[in-house]
């Protein structure tokens, strides 16, 4: 299982436009309509698969928002910055 990253390597690590909500970071992705959104999420759906690491993701027009805890850690870990920094390359 992954360690709980502290406060201080949170803000260090999280990756721009990504921001801390209690236990999870959390992204709003967004795009000219709602295909690009359905798209993006089947992309992310893969990549989270490839990485055992399943975020929350909920799409609404124009937009995609992700949502990373690592649930058996009870927190923020390592792998949800990974995860984070993936997505943003499947999005650019």
Do not use: K
Request: charged share 30%.
């Amino acid at each position: 299982m992954a360690d709980l990253l502290s406060d201080d390597e949170i803000s260090d690590q999280l990756p721009a436009a990504w921001d801390r909500e209690g236990d999870e970071i959390v992204r709003v992705y967004e795009f000219d309509d709602y295909l690009g959104a359905s798209g993006f999420l089947a992309a992310a759906a893969g990549v989270a698969e490839d990485a055992w690491h399943h975020p929350e993701m909920t799409v609404r027009w124009g937009e995609c928002e992700v949502r990373l805890t690592t649930h058996d850690a009870g927190g923020i870990t390592g792998n949800d910055i990974d995860m984070a920094e993936r997505l943003d390359n499947v999005y650019e």
